[in-house]
């Protein structure tokens, strides 16, 4: 574990790490107790009772934010002729065919989120090997596999982010940054938990949401009560 600073140490000693607070009281003392002098995220992490080995347990999408990111999304398109036309309108920071897979291939990645057309899957999917350990491999379950680009692009850049279950079964999303106003950001968890509840594996069984924590980048972690949020229903 690595060793934590003095200012780490004396946010901790300013509330119970073991108490479970309401989303609203988390969300009041994760903003009071910021201490960077650049504007913190704020995340949400979910402990799931999913077994991440079997493939029916396994979670990935996108969720839309109600109240944004607070962060500029560089969203790259594959796609060629009248899609890349429609890419470029909405607002995609890169657009390309084979000079973009040329870019990529040689390790220029200047992009957050990657948008492919089905037609250039095939091309794309050469590509798994560099985009794949970077999270940045088009999908269909995440909507970044698409004929409707410019829907796609529009969603990103206007706060739709993606989630996934990692090897433990947990699930880390970004719900905003600290300067935004308590209530959107209980807005955005909201949201989240409301989309990892629809999503639920049928084959989990017993409890789902095991724990629920939400952490600036800077400061500690603060437990929600489940219940408040209404998980486990």
Known sequence: MPKRGKRYSDLVKRYDKQQQ????????LAK???????????????????????????LRGTV???SGTGTTVRVAVFAQGEAAQQATEA????????????????????FDVAVATP???????????????RGLMPNPKTGTVTDDVAKAVTEFKGGRVEYRTDRQGNVHVKV????????????????VVEELSRVRPAAV?????RKLTIASTMGPGIKLDLADLGANR
């Not at 650049?38 to 991440?52: I, K, M, N």
């Open 21 to 28: 607070h309401t989303t609203n009281d988390g969300v009041e």
């Open 32 to 58: 009071s107790m910021a201490s960077a002098k650049f504007d913190e995220t704020l995340e949400l992490a979910a402990r799931l009772g999913v077994d991440p080995r079997q493939s029916d347990q396994t």
């Open 64 to 66: 839309s934010l109600p």
């Open 91 to 110: 607002g995609a920071d890169i657009v390309g065919a084979d000079d973009l897979l040329a870019k990529v291939e040689a390790g220029e990645m200047d």
């Open 119 to 133: 037609s250039m899957m095939s091309k794309v999917g050469k590509l798994g090997r560099v985009l794949g350990p």
């Open 176 to 191: 905003g940054k600290l300067s935004f106003t308590h209530d959107e950001l209980v807005a955005n968890i909201e949201a």
């Open 205 to 209: 069984k017993g409890r789902y949401f």
